[in-house]
């Protein structure tokens, strides 16, 4: 293999004719001084590689005859010098002719390293980390290989594994889902080590290994799907029950909590072992979070809270497991002494939550540490309702102002890199502050004093807006049966605070246009979400609010017999008539009343939703004369009659008694083809039989009076 002059000439090397020397012994001794990485300006660097190009390192990468005398890996490290030192030119890094070397790199690093190759080795991590400082970087080393290559490299603890961490480190905190879903078990291989380590660890190396840790540990797969990730966990609650329940300055504390933080996000409480240690554990986890909380919130200088800005969103994930395991009943970690203690200490540590919230300027809305402040103030919020009732409502104006200007604007703001605590699923706009306090809303709704504040805030119109945005997401979501999105559950939630303001505001509901919109969206909704019946308990929501507001809006121009109005009732209709069935009755030869199968999974959800939608119902049949007729199609007063007819009456309890019976009165008021139908399957038989004193009465007057019309 020869060099040409002009690549001699770029080198500034001798030639081997002008030296009389061998080839390699020229590269050797000139080639490396002249290109080792780090050593050459970009200037240089630049000519180099005009004059030689990416050929001429790729020849010697191929080459396999070193020269008499020399080391077999000669061309093949004189090619990585050169590479190593054009990756140092982040345009030539994500060059294609570099990335696919890739391969050539894993190899590298996975042979047998001795003194003569570690300077082969090094350049190859010098490649490897320029290529991931490139925007097609982190996808091409995944995709190649390189993870695996680098757990192995770092598990052989050979020359440079300490950089093969690094590199793991950092295509973990650009591509995690990616290398999890490639190479989970060669990095489950790591944190196992990394877990031991830490567990072993008596000196500087604990509080290292936290910082390193984190990354390591993935929100999915999830840790406790297998033997080897419940071991890790395990040997990382015993690490940190020793850090933690020792005497630590203030950054050994950060970095454990931070840890804490990652795995709970992971895992939520899972890790921590059931019994007495493992609640000791953990309330002294959410104990240590929310005096650090305090501590940094409460500090009046605003460059303490800048610095400490993630170690306190850490502290904020601590402090949401700590309120779901206070409110967990089955199987609960804590007891109830612990729980008290740890609610009245969260009390505090959200009271300076929120005094820090309430000294926020404009300027800083961006912030992604004030959206993990009102996050985890919101989970609070859902399901804390008396405690700090005077702060948060002075707080309202700026939780509605707030995320009104999240909607409107869809800030971009960039994610705290550690403790993520915005979880974007299902949103349409990068934070969606209004998600997570639409539970907190949707208690203060039922009250006087919050409720008032945030009508006057304009909240509902904002709510409404949103409801209009989420719906849109959903409807352009897969229709296939999928887990419960927080699109959905937003949806929900957001029904029940208008129901909350149907119920307690009216006025409001009549006079405000916001309300008239929403309708119309209500309308069209449901008759789209009747046939998917996994979102039945969205479906419920929609129809008693639908048929709630209908009472109130009877005057509306959409509810006055429009397509989408009847359509909407039609649906109705099918929904409520559908939820109830026959079974056989255990305690009796006889048949049984029972919830529909396809309504079974729900009805828990659904139950109080049913009965609120039939009161509705009944309210709105003399409102709308065309609602019998909706009644009639759907062959609903038949398949009543049916049912009851069939079934042991005990089996039917008296709250489902008194729901069928205010429809089928209203029903048989309203049409006389309903009472007809209701009289010909035996409606007087069967009323008398369940106690529908009010339907037997509606049957009699109305058949005496047909009677005496037909006497005449």
């Not at 072993?200 to 797969?221: Q, R």
């Not at 909704?525 to 009747?530: I, R």
Request: proline share 5%.
């Amino acid at each position: 293999m020869e060099i040409g002059s002009s690549e001699q000439a770029a080198l500034g090397l001798p030639s081997a004719k002008q030296k009389k020397l061998p080839l390699a012994w020229v590269c050797g001794e000139s080639v490396t001084k002249a290109v080792r990485a780090g050593e050459v300006d970009a200037k240089t660097r630049r000519q180099i590689f005009d004059a030689i190009g990416f050929t001429f390192p790729t020849r010697l990468l191929t080459s396999r005859q070193p020269p008499d005398g020399c080391p077999p890996h000669t061309f093949r490290a004189f090619g990585l010098t050169l590479l190593a030192c054009f990756c140092t030119d982040p345009e030539l890094a994500g060059h294609s002719q570099i990335l696919n070397k890739i391969p050539t790199f894993n190899d590298i690093l996975l042979s047998s390293c001795d003194a003569d190759s570690t300077s082969m080795v090094d350049d190859v991590y010098q490649c490897l980390s320029s290529v991931l400082a490139t925007a097609r970087g982190p996808k091409e080393l995944v995709t190649k290989g390189t993870v695996s290559a680098l757990c192995q490299a770092y598990l052989n603890g050979g020359h440079g594994s300490d950089r093969a961490l690094t590199l793991l480190v950092g295509l973990l905190a650009i591509v995690e889902a990616k290398c999890w879903q490639r190479d989970a078990p060669q990095l489950l291989a790591v944190l196992s080590k990394l877990s031991s380590d830490f567990l072993k660890a008596e000196d500087v190396t604990k509080f290292e290994l936290c910082e390193i840790l984190p990354h390591f540990i993935p929100l999915s797969p999830p840790l406790t799907e297998n033997s080897q990730g419940s071991e890790c966990l395990c040997r990382l609650y015993k690490g940190l029950a020793d850090v933690l329940g020792s005497k630590l300055s203030q950054l050994q504390r950060d970095p454990a909590l931070k840890l804490a933080a990652s795995l709970v996000q992971a895992c939520g409480a899972e890790w921590i072992p059931a019994g007495s240690a493992g609640s000791k554990f953990l309330a002294l986890l959410v104990n240590l979070a929310c005096v650090e909380v305090r501590l940094i919130l409460e500090e009046p200088d605003p460059t303490v809270v800048e610095g400490k800005k993630e170690v306190v969103t850490a502290c904020y994930a601590l402090m949401e497991m700590g309120i779901q395991e206070c409110l967990r009943e089955e199987n609960p970690l804590l007891e109830n002494v612990q729980k008290m203690q740890l609610m009245r200490i969260m009390e505090e540590a959200f009271g300076a939550v929120i005094f820090y919230l309430r000294q926020v300027k404009q300027e800083e809305l961006q912030d992604p540490f004030i959206f993990a402040s009102v996050r985890v103030l919101g989970a609070w919020m859902a399901e804390e309702t008396s405690s700090l009732k005077q702060e948060i409502c002075e707080l309202l104006p700026f939780l509605v102002d707030y995320a009104r200007k999240l909607f409107k604007e869809g800030c971009p703001a960039v994610s705290l890199p550690q403790a993520e605590l915005v979880c974007n699923e299902g949103s349409a706009f990068p934070q969606d502050a209004l998600r997570f306090l639409l539970p907190g809303f949707c208690h203060l709704t039922a009250e006087d004093r919050p409720r008032d504040i945030l009508i006057s805030e304009g909240a509902p119109a904002l709510l409404c807006e949103y409801f209009l945005q989420q719906w849109e997401v959903l409807t352009s979501e897969s229709t296939a049966p999928a887990p419960l999105t927080s699109t959905e559950m937003s949806l929900q939630t957001t029904c029940g605070i208008f129901l909350n303001l149907v119920v307690t505001a009216p006025d409001l509901v009549r006079h405000d246009k916001t309300f008239s919109s929403l309708m119309d969206v209500l309308l069209k909704s449901l008759p789209l979400l009747l046939p998917q019946k996994h979102h039945l308990v969205l479906a419920a929501n929609i129809l008693t609010l639908g048929l709630m507001m209908a009472r109130i809006l009877v005057g509306s121009a959409v509810l006055q017999g429009t397509q989408s109005a009847k359509e909407f009732f039609g649906a109705a209709v099918c929904f409520l008539s559908q939820a109830h069935t026959t079974q056989a009755d255990p305690s009796s030869d006889g048949l049984a009343v029972a919830v529909s199968p396809a309504y079974v999974r729900a009805w828990d959800d659904i139950r109080e939703l049913w009965f609120l939608g039939m009161q509705a119902l009944a309210s709105c049949i003399p409102l709308f004369p065309w609602l019998p007729h909706a009644a009639l199609q759907a062959h609903w007063l038949q398949g009543l009659s049916l049912l009851l007819s069939c079934v042991t009456p005990a089996s039917v309890d008296s709250e489902l008694v008194t729901a069928f019976q205010a429809v089928l009165v209203e029903l048989a008021r309203a049409s006389e083809q309903c009472r007809d139908v209701i009289l010909s399957h035996h409606g007087m038989e069967w009323a008398n039989l369940y106690g529908m004193a009010a339907l037997e009465q509606c049957l009699a007057k109305q058949g005496g009076a047909r009677s005496t019309l037909g006497g005449k």
